[in-house]
């Protein structure tokens, strides 16, 4: 392995090392359910909207697309955001950083390709602080309410693939769904005169799914994708105790590419998931992606999504619509890559809207 293909190696796995949530703040529609969920997407799949995401071995969408990992392939990334989050009397700025994929895939024989690694399945991560007044011994006394929350639920993929017929590929994983989240409540006073209160706690989840799918290629310039998860239910513990338990949803999908010539694709999916069991505030979602790659070597990537997210106040699920671009650079003959994305998703509900620009890099090594 070349030196700068050892270093490619080295710092995808720093960053697999490094994943993790860190101090920041994700979308406050998420503050009503169990989160906001991740996306199973590699970062060049991003760039499209999603939409290359059911043909790319890199993302942790569909298992089949496993069978084209011909080589021992290793990828990460990191995504940086910031959010603006409108309030009806005001607007602030937050920023997240986030690790939301690593993964490892190559051939075994005999026609199978396994591959593993995790994704981000809910980022649980958020600070909200209000003020308000309240009365004590009939004296009115201003006090700062503060709520945090610091964690996420990743989903650990083992899955496998293979070529059954001549122009149909399937798979299939299974999933663990682990992860641990910091939460601490406080109400300061005013009045030094009362003492500060705080109560903290550390709950941890867990839960499991499992995951199948079929590509055919019907003909060379076509490939059609369809899709299946079920995810059993997330289980909130604190010290061993069962705090709660909610069901997860199931996932169906297809999706379509075409490659009308050596230089471009074009490509949309739809999703939809039955978030709706999963308790209050949580709605079933329906979302859509359509995206294209242009040129070779060092590819335009575009896309456009749009849709809903499961969870938010008010009886409505909130929407979300964004646009996306990005590019590609290769390297050491083929077996170094550099995929950046440029995302902007717009959120709206029943009295909050937030706007996101998502800035993120993915590495991509092929020993």
Avoid: C
Wanted: aromatic residues 8%.
């Amino acid at each position: 392995m070349s030196r700068a293909l050892r270093r490619l190696a080295l710092l995808a796995a720093l960053i697999g090392l490094g994943a993790g949530p860190l101090g920041a703040q994700d979308s406050q529609f998420g503050m009503s359910g169990l989160g906001t969920p991740g996306r199973f997407e590699s970062v060049r799949s991003r760039a499209t909207g999603g939409a290359f995401a059911p043909f790319d071995a890199l993302s942790a969408l569909v298992d089949a697309t496993l069978a084209w990992a011909d080589h021992i392939t290793i990828t990460s990334g990191s995504a940086t955001s910031y959010r603006a989050v409108e309030f009806p009397d005001g607007r602030t700025w937050v920023r997240a950083t986030r690790f939301p994929v690593l993964g490892i895939s190559g051939p075994i024989g005999h026609g199978i390709t396994v591959g593993g690694g995790f994704a981000t399945y809910l980022d649980k991560s958020f600070d909200i602080s209000t003020r308000d007044t309240v009365v004590i011994r009939g004296v009115p006394v201003p006090v700062t309410d503060r709520y945090t929350s610091d964690g996420a639920v990743a989903d650990l993929r083992v899955a496998a693939a293979g070529r059954i017929f001549q122009k149909l590929f399937v798979g299939a994983g299974v999933h663990l769904l682990t992860g641990s989240a910091r939460v601490r409540a406080g109400r300061d006073f005013a009045d030094s005169s009362y003492v500060d209160t705080f109560e903290s706690s550390e709950l941890s989840y867990d839960g499991f799914g499992a995951s199948a799918s079929l590509v055919a290629v019907p003909v060379p310039s076509l490939r059609v994708a369809a899709f299946l998860r079920s995810d059993s239910r997330l289980r909130a513990r604190e010290n061993g105790t069962v705090l709660a338990r909610n069901d997860l949803p199931t996932t169906v999908g297809a999706a379509l590419r075409w490659q009308p010539g050596s230089r471009a694709a074009v490509a949309a999916s739809v999703v939809s998931q039955s978030w709706g069991s999963a308790g209050t505030n949580a709605y079933s979602t329906v979302n859509w992606s359509a995206g294209a790659e242009l040129g070779r070597g060092t590819p335009l990537r575009l896309g456009v999504r749009g849709g809903h997210l499961p969870f938010g106040p008010g009886g409505r699920a909130p929407s979300e619509f964004g646009l996306a671009g990005g590019t590609g650079f290769t390297f050491s003959e083929g077996r170094g890559l550099i995929d950046l994305s440029l995302e902007h998703l717009s959120r709206s509900g029943v009295g909050l809207r937030e706007r996101v620009w998502t800035l993120m890099v993915g590495i991509t090594v092929r020993p």
